[in-house]
Nanobody, 126 residues
Framework: EVQLVESGGGSVQAGGSLRLSCAASGFIVDDYTLGWFRQAPGKEREGVSCFSLSDGSSYYADSMKGRFTMSIDNAKNTFYLQMNSLKPEDTAVYYC???????????????????WGQGTLVTVSS
């Protein structure tokens, strides 16, 4: 069974940093396309980042480029989202996600997920 479990959310002041973790089980992270999305109260799902080892494609939302970085630790079967220079508008529940390996990273991928975690809340205060 494919399972994703996020951790690392919390409260931080504007300008601060957080690192979210996503522990994967039931599959090997190398075999899937991986990513993060978020959902703020009253707003629609927003794709944050995505990376595919199979075709090398990657995606970052424009508002997060240069501030957020996704990484993968194959040995721990875990991937991360490093978030720097956080802004109050980054406040949301953040979810990690996975797609089958033939999925190309693109904003459209976030409309149809193969697996996702339970979410972790990030609150950024001004």
């Amino acid at each position: 069974e494919v399972q994703l479990v996020e951790s690392g959310g919390g409260s931080v002041q504007a300008g601060g940093s957080l690192r979210l973790s996503c522990a994967a089980s039931g599959f090997i992270v190398d075999d899937y396309t991986l990513g993060w999305f978020r959902q703020a109260p009253g707003k629609e799902r927003e794709g944050v980042s995505c990376f595919s080892l199979s075709d090398g494609s990657s995606y970052y939302a424009d508002s997060m480029k240069g501030r957020f970085t996704m990484s993968i630790d194959n040995a721990k079967n875990t991937f991360y989202l490093q978030m720097n220079s956080l802004k109050p508008e980054d406040t949301a529940v953040y979810y990690c996600a996975a797609w089958t390996a033939d999925t190309t990273c693109h904003i459209s991928a976030f409309a149809l997920l193969d697996a996702w975690g339970q979410g972790t809340l990030v609150t950024v205060s001004s």
